[in-house]
Structures are given as structure tokens and as C-alpha cells.
């Protein structure tokens, strides 16, 4: 883990993009005694990005696939999303 919460101090994934003890948002730059930057500020595709990364770490990698297949329709584009559908995959075939 290369994280850390700027908020409570807890170790993050490089990739996480919330603390998953506070649900403060890593990459934000904002005073950590504010409400900004808290998972109340998520939008539906941050969440479903959030449940496809749970079904990654914990090796359920057709969940995870399916969650990401599912985000790239809504947003063909996103590259995070195209990463982590590549990564999925990947450990699929591994697996």
C-alpha cells in the first residue's frame, strides 16, 4: 500500500480513490475536518467502479469483469474502467 488517508491516517490502495475506513476521497485537496471529499459525494459509477474493485481484490474476477464490462457501457471512454476490465481478464485467463 502506497496510500495513506490524509484524513484518519489508514493505508490505501494505490488505486483506491476513498478511504475505506473514513470514506474520505484520497485525491482531494480539501481541509480534512470538512464534509467535501466523504463517499456522500459519490456518483453510481464510482460505486459500481468501488464494488468492481472489492470483486477484484477478493479473486472474483468474473464479477469483476462483469462490473466493469457494465461501466464501459455507460462510459466507453473511461480508461480507468478499461484498465481494470483488461486486469480482470487477464487474472481470468491466469486463474
Known sequence: MEKRCQRCGSDAYPEDK??????FELTAQVAPMTSEGTQVDL?????????GMIYYKKGEFNKAAETFENLLKDDPENPRFQEMLEMANGALKES
Open 18 to 23: 476513498y478511504c475505506g475506513i473514513c470514506g
Open 43 to 51: 456518483k453510481l459509477s464510482d460505486i459500481r467502479y468501488n464494488l
